[in-house]
């Protein structure tokens, strides 16, 4: 639906009721030349208004042409001071020299209500207000505010963040994935039939939730658990640690692994169970803080005995209610000042969606 | 009759000449907005433009300044 930015007042000149007069003619005309008067200011005001926006923003376009020009002069001094001077630059030179990195700013926030034009925005005020529901909000047991349920601004926003937090989890354990089953059979020829297999499995995963914990014991060598600890978009220092300590491939006894054998002296403390079922139990929901300073190698220990193993889980269960709150305390205390993140997490997605293999993820998630 | 109709007619003859003059007083303002509006199309391309050029020199010289 079109909305008209600018809307000139009175919009019909003649439609009013005549007070009884005898020279009806006579008022018409009056009453009409009255209101084109009216339409005339109101003009006035939005030629106002449109003279001011492209003034302050040629403004703009003047002051950053001033400061190029400035910066154009002082490179201009540097290469003619460079010139008569021999090159120092020598190979050394070349590569130590950190990368060009360019500090491209990206434009957010494009369409928020601040930047709405001030015409635009009058039209809005003129309009009813959501009733108060936000009154109700004390009286609510989950925490949300009460007018969320009415009509919520930033709901695209909360679900554009999940699916991102969700796409770059799921890119990540695919890399690791990756990773680990190159690292485990160095001589395999054949990869496709593998990459297929630990797809499909993500997916059931993902499918069954919570049934994952039981089906992680029958599953064996697929029951991957993405104990890699991390924080928002950390995927350099996974790689690191990958490089550095190959991480043993986590498994209950039951099956006969592919996986090479793995050293019972790297079995990681039992905290890092927990968050393995936090991280498939609830997607959304990223590693305990405490975990962040744990070797990112750790994994489950895999030599455990079934009864270990499951008494580690019930324990990981009552804690994973603490550690989510402080999860969610801590990413509605970061809040939408991480929308810059969030952005470079779409680069950091897009950048890894290429260095994948794997179609499959753009399919899914892109448009 | 005669004599009714003359004020009449004069009255309805005045009727039109002012709306006549109306009409033209409201179709110079249509042509005022519609000027308006065409102003601010072009202005506004120009300038977005002149900002993409500007951006664009911007990077390059954050570049040779790199070097």
């Known amino acids: 639906m079109p909305l008209v930015t600018r809307n000139i007042e009175p919009r019909h000149l003649c439609r009013q009721t005549l007070p009884s007069v005898r020279s009806e003619l006579e008022c018409m005309t009056n009453i009409t030349l009255a209101n084109v008067i009216r339409q005339l200011g109101s003009l006035s005001k939005y030629a106002e208004d449109i003279f001011g926006e492209l003034f302050t923003q040629a403004n703009t376009f003047a002051s950053r042409v001033s400061s190029l020009a400035e910066r154009v002069d002082r490179l201009q001094v540097k290469v003619t001071q460079l010139d008569p001077k021999e090159e120092e630059v020598s190979l050394q030179g070349i590569n130590t020299r950190k990368a060009f990195r360019s500090s491209t700013i990206q434009d957010q926030k494009l369409f928020d209500r601040n930047s709405l034009p001030v015409p635009v925005l009058e039209t809005y005020n003129t309009c009813d207000t959501p009733p108060p529901l936000n009154n109700l909000t004390p009286y609510r047991d989950d925490g949300k505010e009460a007018l969320k349920f009415y009509t919520d601004p930033s709901y695209f926003f909360d679900l554009w963040k999940e699916k991102m937090l969700q796409d770059t989890k799921d890119i990540m354990k695919e890399k690791r994935k990756h990773r680990k089953e190159k690292k485990e059979n160095p001589n395999r020829g054949n990869v496709n039939p593998r990459k297929i297999k630990t797809r499909k499995e993500e997916w059931e995963k993902m499918k069954m939730g919570q049934e994952f914990v039981e089906s992680k014991e029958k599953l064996g060598p697929s029951g991957y658990p993405p104990t890699l600890v991390y924080q928002n978009g950390s995927i350099g220092s996974i790689e690191n640690v990958d490089a550095s300590n190959y991480p043993p491939p986590p498994q209950s006894d039951s099956t006969s692994p592919p996986s090479p054998s793995f050293s019972e002296d790297s079995l990681p403390p039992p905290p890092a169970e927990f968050s393995y079922p936090a991280d498939n139990g609830q997607p959304a929901a990223p590693p305990p803080l405490s975990d962040t300073t744990k070797p990112k190698s750790s994994l489950p220990p895999v030599s455990d005995a079934r009864s270990d193993l499951l008494s580690a889980i019930r324990q990981g269960f009552q804690l994973r209610r603490v550690e989510e709150q402080r999860e969610q305390e801590k990413r509605d205390v970061v809040g939408n000042d991480v929308a810059t993140i969030l952005s470079r997490r779409i680069a950091v997605e897009y950048s890894d969606s290429e260095d994948d293999s794997s179609e499959f993820d753009e399919d899914e998630w892109s448009d | ?67």
């Open chain 2, 1 to 67: 009759m005669v004599g009714q109709e003359d004020p009449v007619q004069r009255e309805i003859h005045q009727d039109w000449a002012n709306r006549e003059y109306n009409e033209v007083i409201t179709s110079s303002i249509m042509t005022i907005t519609d000027f308006l509006n065409l102003f601010d199309m072009s202005c506004r391309s120009r300038l977005a433009t002149l900002n993409e050029t500007l951006t664009a020199l911007e990077r390059r010289i954050e570049y040779i300044e790199a070097r």
